[in-house]
């Protein structure tokens, strides 16, 4: 087969085909722009979400600490002559925002841990208290001792004393 015309080149050169992202500084801070919409776009999310849960909860008031006014006046720049941008102010809600998720999460975590060895823990007991319980004797009889031991630490629970189980 035979090709008519010349072979031709693809648009973007080589040189640009590599870049993991667009724009550069020479080409005027595109992926800078990007990165700020994007912080800017998760910031509105955000306040879109606390609206959402504030309006759930029966909260008519919103959350203070969340308005750009009141961290622009909590925060103090580093530059005193300078102030800082919405996209700075923006990230630091987001990632303090970020951090009491993480927070929050991991004291569920423990607080499940916690539980779960208490359970196992109280299932353990009773299981053990169970199958001394159903001793039988070698005629089908129960067996009097376990069941005058827990009689006795109930006594003594009741009396204030400690419990004395002789196994």
Do not use: W
């Not at 776009?41 to 008031?61: C, I, M």
Request: with cysteine.
């Amino acid at each position: 087969m035979a090709r008519n015309g010349p072979k031709q080149k693809s648009t973007k050169s080589t040189k640009d085909s590599y870049k993991p992202f667009l724009g550069n500084k020479k080409e005027g801070q595109g992926f800078a722009d990007k990165r700020k919409k994007k912080a800017a776009y998760e910031y509105l999310k955000l306040l879109k979400k606390e609206k959402q849960s504030a309006a759930h909860n029966g909260d008519t008031e919103a959350p203070k600490h969340r308005t750009l006014d009141f961290l622009h006046s909590q925060t103090k720049s580093p530059r005193p002559g300078k102030k800082k941008s919405a996209f700075t102010v923006a990230e630091k809600i987001a990632k303090k925002k970020q951090e009491e998720k993480q927070a929050k999460k991991k004291k569920a975590l423990q607080s499940k841990r916690e539980r779960d060895v208490a359970l196992k823990d109280y299932k353990e007991r009773k299981q053990q208290h169970h199958l001394k319980l159903c001793k039988k004797t070698s005629r089908g009889q129960p067996v009097m001792r376990y069941q005058m031991e827990l009689l006795l630490d109930r006594i003594h629970k009741q009396k204030g004393g400690g419990s004395s189980s002789s196994t």
